[in-house]
Structures are given as structure tokens and as C-alpha cells.
């Protein structure tokens, strides 16, 4: 845990010393957002699974324009070596890439939201707490995927182009789990109708750290 | 050559259990008297879905021992298992809508099964995409290794989407249950047999290619550099 | 082969899919010892120093360093490693640099430590830059201070020469004496033939994935290696 932190650390020192990551994330989010409301007409009243639909489409491809750079920027200079010949299991690089994504995520979906609601928001009921539930959740499972991914990805000649070719199909589950849950949030349906949503995105997300914390060993040392 | 008379023999019984099931279906099996001759479709598609999850299961299998084995064996299998696989769900893809459409007077619906069949297919495409964007042997192996893992993990996780998500959504069109009649059921078990032999076939023989390549390859090595 | 030995490589074999990297290497050295390998291009010199340092698995054959095999023990922690390749984070400072690395070996109050290893690689004044903003020389140099700061028992070098300057090869030079003098084992693959005679204690060369030559220092007669090495190179 300590020598996660200790990685941890230095990614967020350096993406504050870029700001390249979580900048073009929040850009393409936003850009996004405007694309998507143009393209089901502009000033049109959207009911509230269609918004949610519109919020995590912007909030899921602009996130992978992070993953990429998280595990890319080891192999820089073969940093990567370096942390492979220390004593760093792995899996401790696993727990902080996912990390550093996962607060990637959380930054720019604090801009994205707003952004959303000042567009969108006139159908809908605002549930902050249940919403804030619900982004933690996604970004678990995405980061969780994202970050076993980019491992692989960032090892071929295609990096950032083939990511969001593997992650996409197999993170379809969380995807329709989170529209949902959003959906009725926005609806202003009791939490109750809709936990069931928010149990099987954390089920999501257990099961894909854990697979992704058992195999970024393998992923790791053929980079 | 144990293996090549093994695979021959192959070759001759999956064909002859082909034809049989072929002629059992159009000839044995009665009728369905709701749906008429497009149910006979369904002899084909159940047992094309049955062979895509077994190859996807193999896949799976394939890739844990390749993980802990690091043996190229398990890469060659499990990546031959896969493309199978990809191609019998395009063709279960591909069997469903033919079917739902005078059926169902639609080609596409939000089914579950149908639903899970597309993101599976999905996933393991992507799996060839990776397999093709790698180069060196022992790091496509891991990487796909990985995929297949991931991939089989999701299986269950997908359908269950797909099922709550209809669930929860008005039914439209609710699938219409077959009754299996005794003739219907033999002639099922006939094709489900076929299939079996088939993807077995397909796999020794898909296989077969890669392990002569990786042979091939030995040898240009050992002719260029000398032992 | 004594039971003495810090390091020991037994058939060491390593295929890729077009070419052997390694055709069966063996290789014992006492602790205490600095081989210099010579070589030409596509020997294997780097595949075999990835393989000591764990960064790849070998297709048959061991390395057991310190009576250990796959670097268990605590040993891994001692391991340093410098190649062409700096390792370090272009967006860090000199001093974040070496932090980093000295708390991934969990180096208790590595402050006076990082203080002087700066001030050896002649980059004290500067450890507040960012790494970014230094010449490819002074990130050698503070490469080589990355390298040190586990203070290894074992020190893998890969072509460290190329590409510095005449100071950052000088206080390499230096350091890899004084590591030598205080008995670390130290293995260096250059095709600095000066550099590396002046330093190493064993000499070997490494020549289409075999070790063709290997020598005590003492014993080798300048005049003959350099016509056993031209010959190897020539043979390419």
C-alpha cells in the first residue's frame, strides 16, 4: 500500500507539472456534450434516460484520452525497468495507475457535470448523493478495465488507438448498469428502485480490480 | 502422422454426422406448425451458440494454463478456439435474424440472448484485433491470455445485463417457447453431436496450422543460424 | 565453479521467434568481481543483462545470484541497473528523481544520501531542475546517482558509455572504481574497450549468443585480446 502511494505520488505531481491528461479530458468531455446535443437537435427537451445516455457517452470516451497517458509515461526513458528491477510487486503499480485514473476521472467529471445540468438540465431531478454514488462506481470499474488495458496497449505498436477497442466491449455491462441507475436518478425514483443498479456496478468493479490486481503482473513485465 | 490419420478420421465422421443431421432435419424432424419451415433454423442455431461459448470457455481454459504454464501450446489452442468461436457467433448472429424476422417480423431485437451473442462477439473481435496488432510470440501470448480471461469473466456479467435490462423494460415481444416434440429433440441431439465433432475438427485443424508454422519457423532459424 | 560464487548463469538460452539471443551461456563470477563484456552488435550482451536483472525470462537455463534463484531474498533490492536509457521522469526534479526511487527501496533517511550522490555526479546545484531541462550528459550522471542510491550489490551496465560527455564518463568511471574496491559485483557491456580494461578485474566476449572468451584481467596480453577481438567483430 505504501509503495502505491509512493507511485501515486509521483503521477499526480507530474500531471500537475503537464496538466495534459485531466485538461484534454475535460476539453473533449465538454466538446462532446455539444456534439451530442446537436446531434439529437439543439434546444430539444431531453427525457431523463436520454440525458443520462448523453452524460456518460461524454464522460466514458473522453476518460479513455487518460488512461492511455497513465501507464504510457513509465515507459518513457524505460522508467518502467526501473520500477520492475525494484522491489514494486506489480500489483502495487496496478493499485496506483488505477488510482490515478480513477481521480483523473473524478476531476473532470467535476467539470463535466456542471457543464451537463446547465444544458440539460431543466427535466431533470438533481440527486447529488445517489449521483456521486454512482460516478464513484463507474470510475472503479472503468479505471479498474482501463488500467489492466492500457498495461497491454502501451506494450503494441497500436497504443492508443486499440484501447478503447478492447475496453469498450468488455466494460458494455457497467455501461448499461450506470445509464440505467442515472436514468432514474434523474427520473427522481426512489433510491430504493434503483440500488439494485448501483450493487451490480459495485459488483462490476470488485470483480474487475481483483482480476485486473491478479493479472497486471503478467501485463507488466512483457512491457 | 498419428495426428494427420487422427485428423482425416475427423474430417470423415464430422462430415458423415453433418450430412446425416442435415438430412434429419429436413426429412425426420416434423414441421413446427406455428412457424413452419423457419424453425428448422433453430437445429443450426442452438448448437452454433452452444460451440461459440464452449470455444470461448476453452479460450479461457487455455489462456490460465498459458499464465502458468508459459507454454506456447496452450496460446495456439486457445487462440484457434477463439477465432472459431468468433466465427460461429457471427453465423448464430446471423441465424437469429433470419429467423426473428418472419418470426418476430423484426431483424434485430434487444433479446437477451441475442443481446449477450453481439457483445461477446464484440469482445472476442476485439481479442483478434490485439492478436493482430502484436508481434512477438510470447508477449501476444500473455496479452491474449489476459483477453481471453477477462473476456470469459465478463460472459456471465454481460448476460445478466441483458437480461435485467429487458426485464425492466416493457416486453414487447416475448419469445415464444418451442415445443419440443420426441423427433424434434432427436433430431437435435443428432446436430448438437455434428456440431461438437465439427468445432473439434475445425480446432485440431486450426491448430495444426499454427504448430506447423511455429515448426517452420524452428527450422528457417536453424538453417540461417546453425545450432 | 566454487560454492563461493555470487552469480551464477547456467545454460542460459534465450530464442525469439526470428533469431537465438543467447545459445547457452555459462558464467560464474565471486562476489567482488567486475566482468567487462565485449561484443558485437547482436550478440545478446543486452538480452543476457535483461536477463540478470529479472526485466526477461529466459527460454531455458538459470541465474542464481546469492544462492537464490528469480532474484528472491531481499537481493532484488540491491540491484542497480544503468543503460542507455536514463530511467528517470522528465517532469521531476533531480531531487524528486531520486526520492521517488529511494523511497520504492524504502532507503531509511535518504536525505543525506540523495545530498551527496548529487554532489559526486556534479549535480547539486541543479537538483531542483526538472530532468527535462537537462543536457543528455547531466541526465547520464544523474542516472548513474539513480543507479546508486539502493547502494547495489550488484550493478548491471548496459552500453553506459554511450552518449556522455567526457566528465559524466570520468565520474562513472570513478564511481565503478570505488564500487569495485568495496567489493560489489559488478557486470558492464561496452564497446568502450579502453574504458572497460581500465576497470574490469574479468574480461569476456559475447559473440553470436555464446561466451567465446573469458579472462582475468591479469592474465590477458593487450596486444593478443585486441586480435581476439577484432576477430569476433569482424566475424559479424
Not at chain 1, 87 to 96: C, G, T
Not at chain 1, 159 to 185: D, H, M, Q, R, W
Not at chain 3, 108 to 132: A, C, M, Q, Y
Request: a neutral charge; charged letters at 20%; one cysteine or more.
Amino acid at each position: 500500500m505504501g509503495l502505491s502511494l509512493v507511485i501515486l505520488r509521483k503521477d499526480l505531481l507530474i500531471e500537475i507539472r503537464r496538466k495534459d491528461s485531466v485538461i484534454s479530458m475535460i476539453f473533449f468531455g465538454i466538446l462532446l456534450l455539444f456534439v451530442m446535443s446537436m446531434a439529437i437537435g439543439i434546444g430539444r427537451k431531453v427525457d431523463p434516460e436520454l440525458a443520462s445516455g448523453i452524460l456518460w457517452i461524454s464522460i466514458l470516451f473522453s476518460s479513455v484520452l487518460g488512461l492511455g497517458r497513465t501507464f504510457s509515461l513509465e515507459k518513457t526513458n524505460r522508467c518502467i525497468d526501473g520500477l520492475l528491477i525494484s522491489p514494486v510487486p506489480p500489483s502495487s503499480v496496478f493499485v496506483a495507475k488505477t488510482s490515478v485514473n480513477f481521480f483523473f476521472m473524478l476531476i473532470s467529471e467535476a467539470v463535466i457535470i456542471p457543464v451537463f445540468f446547465a444544458l440539460h438540465g431543466d427535466n431533470i431531478t438533481i440527486g447529488l448523493a445517489p449521483l456521486l454514488a454512482t460516478v464513484l462506481l463507474l470510475n472503479l470499474g472503468f479505471a479498474s478495465v482501463g488500467t489492466l488495458f492500457s498495461g497491454i496497449t502501451a506494450a503494441t505498436r497500436r497504443n492508443e488507438v486499440l484501447l478503447p477497442l478492447l475496453l469498450f466491449p468488455v466494460i458494455t455491462p457497467l455501461i448499461a448498469f450506470t445509464v440505467k441507475a442515472t436514468g432514474e436518478i434523474f427520473a427522481g425514483v426512489p433510491f430504493g428502485e434503483y440500488s439494485a443498479w448501483l450493487r451490480l456496478m459495485a459488483a462490476f468493479g470488485l470483480i474487475f480490480s481483483c482480476a485486473g490486481y491478479l493479472l497486471f503482473d503478467y501485463v507488466m513485465k512483457e512491457n | 502422422m498419428k495426428d494427420g490419420f487422427i485428423d482425416r478420421f475427423l474430417v470423415v465422421i464430422s462430415t458423415a454426422l453433418m450430412l446425416t443431421a442435415i438430412y434429419t432435419i429436413f426429412f425426420y424432424a416434423p414441421t413446427e406448425i406455428m412457424m413452419g419451415i423457419v424453425q428448422k433454423i433453430f437445429y443450426f442455431h442452438l448448437p452454433m451458440a452452444f460451440m461459440a461459448f464452449l470455444s470461448y470457455f476453452v479460450a479461457f481454459v487455455c489462456g490460465v494454463l498459458y499464465l502458468i504454464k508459459k507454454d506456447i501450446k496452450w496460446d495456439i489452442i486457445g487462440s484457434a478456439s477463439v477465432e472459431i468461436g468468433v466465427v460461429f457467433t457471427t453465423l448464430v448472429l446471423i441465424t437469429g435474424s433470419l429467423w426473428a424476422r418472419p418470426i418476430w417480423n423484426t431483424w434485430w431485437t434487444w433479446d437477451p440472448r441475442l443481446t449477450t451473442s453481439f457483445i461477446l462477439w464484440l469482445i472476442y473481435v476485439a481479442y483478434l484485433i490485439l492478436r493482430a496488432s502484436v508481434e512477438q510470440v510470447d508477449r501476444r501470448a500473455t496479452f491474449c491470455a489476459v483477453m481471453a480471461i477477462v473476456g470469459f469473466i465478463d460472459v456471465p456479467i454481460v448476460f445478466l445485463s441483458a437480461r435485467l435490462w429487458r426485464t425492466i423494460h416493457p416486453v414487447v415481444i416475448k419469445s415464444r417457447s418451442i415445443d419440443i416434440e420426441p423427433a424434434m429433440l432427436t433430431t437435435l441431439a443428432i446436430s448438437m453431436a455434428a456440431f461438437l465433432l465439427f468445432w473439434l475438427t475445425l480446432l485440431r485443424i486450426r491448430s495444426r496450422v499454427d504448430f506447423t508454422e511455429l515448426r517452420i519457423r524452428n527450422l528457417e532459424k536453424i538453417r540461417r543460424g546453425g545450432m | 565453479m566454487d560454492d563461493t560464487s555470487f552469480l551464477r548463469i547456467q545454460g542460459l538460452r534465450k530464442s525469439y521467434e526470428d533469431v537465438d539471443a543467447l545459445r547457452g551461456v555459462d558464467l560464474s563470477l565471486a562476489r567482488g568481481d567486475f566482468l567487462c563484456l565485449f561484443g558485437p552488435n547482436g550478440a545478446g550482451k543486452t538480452t543476457l543483462i535483461k536477463i540478470v536483472a529479472d526485466l526477461l525470462k529466459p527460454t531455458s537455463g538459470t541465474v542464481e545470484i546469492s544462492g537464490g534463484q528469480n532474484l528472491d531474498g531481499g537481493i532484488r533490492s540491491r540491484i542497480g541497473l544503468i543503460s542507455h536509457q536514463t530511467l528517470l521522469y522528465d517532469e521531476l526534479t533531480a531531487m524528486e528523481n531520486l526520492q521517488f526511487y529511494s523511497s520504492i527501496y524504502k532507503i531509511p533517511d535518504p536525505e543525506d544520501k540523495i545530498d551527496s550522490l548529487l554532489h559526486t555526479v556534479g549535480l547539486h546545484n541543479r537538483r531542483d531542475e526538472r530532468v527535462s531541462t537537462f543536457s543528455a550528459g547531466m541526465q547520464q550522471r544523474l542516472s548513474i546517482a539513480r543507479a546508486l542510491i539502493n547502494d547495489p550489490v550488484l550493478l548491471l551496465l548496459d552500453e553506459p558509455y554511450s552518449g556522455l560527455d567526457q566528465f559524466a564518463a570520468t565520474v562513472l568511471s570513478n564511481h565503478l572504481k570505488e564500487l569495485h574496491a568495496r567489493h560489489r559485483t559488478i557486470i558492464m557491456v561496452t564497446h568502450n574497450l579502453t574504458r572497460g580494461l581500465e576497470t574490469a578485474n574479468r574480461i569476456g566476449i559475447l559473440s553470436e549468443g555464446r561466451l567465446v572468451y573469458l579472462k582475468d584481467r591479469a592474465e590477458i596480453d593487450l596486444r593478443s585480446f585486441e586480435d581476439h577481438y577484432f576477430t569476433h567483430m569482424e566475424a559479424v
